[in-house]
Each structure stands twice: as C-alpha cells, then as structure tokens.
C-alpha cells in the first residue's frame, strides 16, 4: 500500500498528512488546484519535530482538504485496508509499522474516524495549544492539528513536542510548554456515555462501546448515561462553520498567483471559474457553495450568526457535563468500517458523521480515539483522555 | 424650487506604522521595486496566520480621540470576500461587525462660522495591491507591496450641506492627522468615496443617492460634486432622467461622471468574524497608554508657543509640520532661547533647503546639532556666519557639525594681528574702493569688509574686524 504522496526519508519514523506544510515539499491538501504549490515554510508543529530530532517520512495522503470521511477524496487516489474498505492513509501507515506516529488536521473528525478504522490512537488537542501556523486553512475556528500512533505513549510523546505557544498563531494560547502524563490512576473517574450518540450507531459499534464501558467498569471507573438532546444542532452549526470559513479560505486558490491555472481563458472571470471549475473536486464545490449560501445577506443572520450563539450553548453545555464527569465517552463514528462508494455522496456521508465528531471542533475540547471508540475530555484534559486510553491498553495486552 | 445638497464621506486613510497591519513587512514607501514589500503572508500563501498589529490599533484610536469619538472597548475584524487579482487572499479583513470607534465629530471652518460634521464611525482594513498593465505585452501584472498595509476608514454622517464643507473637512483632517502622527496624509493616500443627494430645502427626507467612488484631488471632487447637483437638479426639475441609487465614477479628462457597470458593485460581500484574529481589546491601562503617548494638537502647540513669545507668523510656520515642532521643541528642551531657535530654524534652515531646491517641510536635522551650532555661536565660540555655514554642510552633506568644525579649523581664534595684517593688505589692493569710501560713497565699506572676511575665511570675530577695518581706513584720510 501506498501510504505516502510525497517521501521525504525513508528512515523518518514520523509522517505528517498533506495539509501541513514541509518548507521545500509540494504540498497539495489532496488537491489538483494546489498543483506545484511549493511552500517557503514549515508549520511550526513540524519545526518542533525537527528540533527535537525527529526525522519525517513523508507526507500521507488526505482527502481534498480534508472534507471528506477519511481521505476518499484525494487528488492522488483512495487509501485502502486490506480487506478492501477504506481508512486513512496516516492511521493505515501507523497500523503497519511504516511510522511511529503521524501528524494530521483534525477539522471534520477524519483522522479520528481513520484511527477507529485502522484500530490506532488519534488524540486531537485543546484549540490553541498546537499552533496553526502551516497548515493549509480551512476551518480556521475549529481544525487543530493531532496525532496519531498505535498507544497513548506514542501519542503522548508527540504531543509534549508538538504543543506550545506560537506567535504566529494568533489564536495560540500563551503558555509555553504542557506536561502530559498517561499514568494517571482511572479508578474513581466518571465517565458519561452520550445516549444520543450511542443509539444513532450500529451494531457492531454498540458492542465495542459496550465492551469498553465493561473494561472501564473494571477498571474502577463509573460511567453513566448521559443526554446531549442538541448533539444534532451542534452538528448542522458546524457543518455551516465548517462550509462557511473553506469556502472563504479556498477562495484563494484562483489560478493567478500559484497552484493550477487553466490552459484556456480569455478574461480574468473565465481564468477564475476554469480554474476552480478543473482544479476542484466535487466535494471541496459542494461547500464552496453551500458556504457561500450560509454566508449571505439574506442568511447570514439565520445561518452563520445562529451558528455562533449555538457554539456558545455547545460550550456551556460541555462545561456543565464536565462538572460532574471527568470524560465523555461515544462511538467515533456510526459504522465500524466503510466500502467503497461513489464520491457525488460525499458530502451528505459526512455531513451524517459530523454528529459524533462534531462537539471537539466546535468548542474546542479535546477529543479521542482508542480502541475504536472516543473520549472528550474539558480543556487541557489531554492527560485524561491519555491515562484512560493507557489504563484500557494496557489490560488490554 | 430651492434644493439643499446632503453630503457623506468615506474616506480611507493610511496610518504610519512601521508594518503592515496584519505581518511583519515594512510599509510599502520603503519598496524600490514591485513586490519588494512582501511576504508569503501578504501574498495569500495558504498556512500563514494574521497577527495583529498593535501600534496600528493604537493609531486608529488615537484618531478617534481626536474627532471626538467613542472608543469601543471590544472590537472585532471581520472578512469581506470578493475576487480581484490584487486581493491575494480573495478576502479583505475589515471591521464589519464592531469597529474600532463610533460616535464621534469634528469642527470645519466656513465662510460663515463653522460646522459640526458628524463622524458615524472609524475602522481599521488593511489596504489591497495595485494592478500594473502593460499596453505593449497586454499582460497585466500584480504588485502586493501596499496589500495588508493598514487603513483607516472615517465614516461621516451625512452632515455636508457644500461643496466648501467637504474641503475644509478634508483639509482639517489631513492636518490634524499629519500633526498626529496618525498619517503622512502623502499625495493620493488619501482617498474618498463621496455620497451625495439633494433635497427640496426644508425637507426632511434624503434624496436619491450617487456614491461617486475613489476620488484623491481635491480639485476634483469639488467638480464631481458641482457635477452631481446639477446632474441631479436637471433630473429632478426637467425630468431629463430617473435617478437611481447607484455607484458612478467620475473620469477627470470628460470632467463628468459615469455609473459603474452593476457587476461592480452589486456585490454581496459575506462578511464574517475572521476566526483567525482575536477580538481587540482595549482595557482601561491600555487606553491610559495610548491617551498618554498622543502628540499634543494644533491647537495646544499654538497656545504653548505663543506663550514662549514667538511671532503669529513662526507659529503658523512651525505647526505647518510636525517635524519642525519636534525639532523646535527637542532644540530648546536642550536649553537654546526659543526665539532664536525659531529663527534658525525658519530663517536659515529654510534659506539653506530653498537653495536646494526644497521646502522647509523636507527639513532633516538631528535637533542636537542644530543644538550644538546655536550653542558655539551663542558662546562666541564661532560667529553666526560660520554658524550657517555649518549648518548648509550638517544639512547638505549630513556631516556632523562637531567634526567639520574641529576639520576645517573653524573655531580656531584669529589673532588680531592677523586681522589687521589682512585689514591692511585689502585697504592696499583695493585702491578705488578705499577712495570711493573716502570720496563718500559709504557703501564701498561693505565691499572692502567681504574682501577681509573672503581672506579670513570666515574666521574672526566680524565685529572686531569691522572695528580695524574703519580705524585703519580712517588714517588714510
Ligand atoms: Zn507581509
């Protein structure tokens, strides 16, 4: 299998997908728009990485943008397991040994979704404590970028190099370094297990949260049910933000300063819409227009401006479980594999699977994936989340 | 019938940061070349991140300040999206939602007394490129040296009722900014969009609205403003057409206006709250801050040098230019007699640059200096001759006024022997002009005495020398 678009060492033992910037390596997000795009910098999560000595392996594949489920979408062709059902290429290479961990943007849950189907770890951090710099934007409010690798060490050792303030960011939040730990004692935490998000899923799915709830039981955890009744709202607020800040991100991607132009035009408004109509794929269209609906005049108010008062609730809502729990449990997607399909159903297929994935993004909170299932933890609950994820790993082997 | 003409300004102004507004560049006045002021983020290139500039918020407040307006505590930028190839981004960050400054006004002189002009609002953009076309390859190029370059926008109300109004408010507040320190005001960077309407005198109701767009020269939105009242009178007192609320462009060669194609300007913007820049806050210690560091006024300068003595006409000379105050303040804070600052200043100073050519706005001298000269003078270390011949070198050739004395051994005292030696020497060769003097032709002395001081070089003290000079001309009677 073909994890990578772009080798950088083959010796490197980290990968990073193809939103994040490597200064000197083309980097397309998945995109035929970003063709030749050649960056003048690094993000500054991969010049953490250099610093502390890591060395790259290359650059994963992503869906365009990152918009879709769990890379389907790329300009460089699908990331299949072996049984022929999709995954993310990042989680697929660390399930394979290629690399120890791998770097990826966290903006619509693809790479937690790519973790639960590749059987791996995917942790996405608080909002501002990995800097955005060098990362091709999308959801600027919400993406964040996280890590991947096979058990909560290796996400935690990433993560304390990764995590810190960044000038550069300006939503960077100002302290320098985090401590995490994935030793903390779990027996005593309560855990809330999100009804809404349980009955929404499959089967097969169930089991696996059932199993883990039993583990987490004998651990010495409690875990409870709990109701998130607007989980849906905050699902569609995000789908609106999420199309809403691409739509006005990938607007720069014209044909005029770098990535693909098209070879036929005969004005600036046919090198604009040639360009974008033959550069973009039909998903990263489908929120071009559906952002630009939301955003105007006449909907702003109903749409974009609704979208943010329901962040607020979202937030205060979590706050209010996290007073009483100290993480959340739920599936971290509906189904536990997905075949192959045609690529018109994207942007439904993951409009549906934003209701579990959804609530991190859009307040804030870090989220994830272990064993096929995710936990959210309040702010700066990284070393929970890491310690749960441990303790289950660790009885498991 | 009667019509009153109601007029409303926007107009952009740059501010004097050292940066643009949104990374780290330096402003586009230190650019030689097309795109010598970028970087990959004033370019657009993807993964770079906006920060803030504070110096630049400071500045828009402190404009604020000084018309009068309410400082918004909590302000926010916000993205408006539109395609043009000098928009890198395809996206401008302005504030939309909650500018910086509302509520405020401004005084305008008149013939007739003067007028409050309200200031509905001021907010901060950052500024697009500039699309350079080339006739000959029919390409056209993209310059983004003045993109992110920073911006504010001074919204009026409503509140001009005449042409003259609109200049005199225009004139104010480029001298007001400029002394600000706010904006260098420079040619063109200055630009407006003028609203305009015109009503039955005494009536209430706004007439249909022309938004003439982007106009710079003053000259020139006078006429488009004579333009539009006619052109809307005629349409209003003999039908010649049906006006409409529309964008016009007014074209300087025809000396007329023409609306602008709808594509143009029926655009729908989507502005939205740019997630990438935090709310500015401005708290109470940082507007303490920012009251504190503003530059005194117009108005408080002329008080305070009025105060030291100095003529209506200095004054009006002086604040003319925020630099010259400064170099006038810097150089008697140093201890110089003001009076006689102001003179060097703008007497020989002046004299020095207009002999180049220049204006005593383009004046460039460390205030030490020109300290340090008016110091050796006053202490009769060199005489003011000298002094000023210093100076055209401390301003001419940038030297420092110190090392050039000491060079050309300027202050080295003239013994009086030598004085009288030389006195001698001229009074011999100069045989007509000593006996026109002694004919009685008393301007012949002056001659005599510019021949002494071209000897001496300037050196010696001329009233000594004009004191040998008589005695020894005097014998010879
Ligand atoms: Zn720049």
Redesign the interface.
């Known amino acids: 299998m073909d994890y990578f678009v772009t080798e950088i060492d083959r010796a490197g033992t980290v990968a990073v997908d193809d939103t994040i910037?490597v200064k000197g390596y083309e980097t397309k997000?998945g995109s035929h728009i970003l063709d030749g795009?050649v960056?003048?910098?690094s993000?500054d999560a991969v010049e953490r990485l250099l610093k502390a000595g890591c060395t790259l392996r290359g650059k994963t594949h992503t869906g365009e943008f990152g918009l879709d489920l769990v890379g389907e979408t790329s300009y460089h062709g699908v990331c299949k397991k072996a049984d022929g059902t999709l995954s993310s290429a990042a989680a697929e290479a660390v399930a394979a040994g290629e690399v120890k961990q791998a770097l990826c943007v966290d903006v619509n849950g693809a790479p937690r979704r790519g973790a639960a189907l590749s059987g791996v770890d995917f942790l996405k951090p608080t909002y501002g404590t990995v800097s955005?710099?060098?990362?091709?934007?999308t959801?600027?409010?919400g993406e964040q970028v996280g890590v991947c690798a096979s058990d909560a060490e290796g996400v935690k050792e990433i993560l304390s190099v990764i995590a810190g303030h960044d000038?550069?960011?300006?939503?960077s939040l100002p302290a320098e370094k985090y401590e995490y730990s994935a030793d903390k004692d779990i027996a005593g935490m309560k855990i809330a297990l999100v009804k809404e998000l349980y009955d929404a899923s499959e089967d097969a799915v169930k089991a696996a949260m059932d199993a883990y709830s039993a583990k987490l039981r004998k651990a010495g955890a409690a875990v409870e049910e709990i109701s998130l009744p607007d989980v849906k709202a905050y699902a569609t607020a995000w789908q609106i933000m999420l199309s809403?800040?691409t739509c006005?991100?990938i607007?720069?991607y014209?044909g005029?300063?770098?990535g693909y132009r098209t070879p036929t035009y005969k004005d600036?408004d046919e090198l604009?819409v040639n360009s974008r109509t033959e550069g973009m794929g039909f998903t990263a269209k489908m929120n071009v227009l559906y952002g630009?609906d939301v955003?105007?005049?006449n909907r702003?108010m109903s749409c974009?401006d609704k979208s943010?008062r329901i962040r607020r609730l979202a937030s205060e809502k979590m706050k209010e479980v996290f007073a009483g729990f100290d993480a959340v449990l739920c599936p971290a997607m509906s189904g536990a594999s997905v075949a192959e399909y045609d690529l018109a159903e994207t942007f439904e297929k993951t409009a549906k699977e934003l209701l579990f994935t959804t609530v991190p993004n859009l307040t804030g909170i870090p989220a994830m994936v272990t064993c096929g299932v995710q936990l959210w933890a309040a702010a700066f609950g990284e070393s929970t989340l890491l310690s749960i994820a441990g303790a289950m790993e660790r009885s498991a082997n | 019938m009667k019509y009153e003409v109601v007029i409303g300004l926007e107009t952009h102004v740059e501010l004097s940061t050292k940066s643009k507004i949104f990374c780290a560049c330096g402003g586009h006045s230190e650019a030689n070349e097309p795109n010598d002021c970028v970087c990959p983020a004033c370019c657009g290139m993807p993964g770079m991140l906006p920060v803030t500039n504070r110096h630049a918020v400071e500045l828009a407040v402190q404009a604020g300040i000084m018309l009068n307006c309410k400082i918004n505590q909590y302000a926010t930028f916000d993205k408006k999206s539109y395609y043009y190839p000098d928009l890198p981004c395809a996206y401008q960050i302005t504030q939309w939602f909650h500018p910086i400054c509302t509520e405020g006004y401004v005084d305008v002189p008149t013939k007739s007394g003067t007028s409050r002009i309200g200031i509905k609002q001021i907010h901060m953009e950052e500024d697009a490129g500039k699309l350079v076309h080339d006739d000959w390859a029919d390409v056209t190029y993209v310059d983004f040296n003045r993109t992110s370059v920073p911006l504010i926008e001074i919204v009026s109300k409503p509140d001009f009722r005449s042409a003259e109004e609109v200049l005199n408010y225009l004139d104010k507040l480029k001298s007001m900014l400029r002394f600000g320190g706010i904006s260098e005001c420079e040619e063109g960077a200055m630009r407006c969009d003028v609203n305009i309407s015109i009503r039955p005198e005494g009536t209430e109701e706004l007439g249909v609205r022309s938004e003439i767009k982007n106009m710079s020269s003053l000259a020139s939105i006078e006429r488009a403003i004579k333009y539009e009242v006619a052109r809307h009178t005629d349409a209003l007192e003999r039908h010649t057409e049906t006006l409409v609320q529309e964008t016009r462009r007014w074209d300087d060669m025809k000396n007329r206006t023409f609306a602008m194609r709808n594509k143009e300007t029926a655009a729908d913007y989507r502005y939205f709250p740019d997630p990438n820049l935090m709310p500015v806050v401005v708290d109470d210690a940082w507007l303490a801050e920012i009251k504190n560091s503003m530059h005194a006024t117009i108005e408080e300068k002329t008080a305070e040098f009025t105060g030291m003595g100095l003529s209506a006409q200095d004054i009006a000379s002086l604040v003319s230019e925020r630099k010259l105050c400064d170099i006038f303040d810097a150089v008697v804070a140093s201890g110089r007699k003001p009076t006689d600052t102001a003179a060097w200043i703008l007497t020989d100073c002046a004299g020095i640059l207009r002999r180049g050519g220049k204006v005593i706005g383009e004046l460039d001298i460390a205030p030490e200096a020109l300290s340090y000269i008016i110091g050796m003078v006053d202490e009769g270390k060199i005489n003011r001759g000298v002094g000023k011949k210093v100076l055209s070198a401390v301003i001419e050739k940038g030297v420092s006024p110190e090392q050039y004395i000491k060079e050309q051994a300027l202050d080295a005292k003239v013994d009086e022997s030598l004085i009288l030696e030389t006195v001698r020497n001229v009074l011999t060769e100069n045989t007509k002009a000593v006996a026109d003097y002694l004919g009685g032709k008393e301007k012949a002395l002056q001659s005599l005495f510019g021949g002494c001081m071209k000897v001496l070089r300037g050196k010696g003290d001329p009233a000594v020398i004009r004191e040998l000079l008589v005695k020894e001309i005097e014998k010879l009677r």
């Open positions: 910037l997000a795009f960056p003048l910098f993000s955005r710099y060098g990362i091709i934007p959801a600027c409010s000038g550069k960011d300006g939503t809403a800040e006005n991100n607007s720069r014209d005029v300063k770098f600036i604009y630009s955003l105007s005049k702003y974009y943010l």
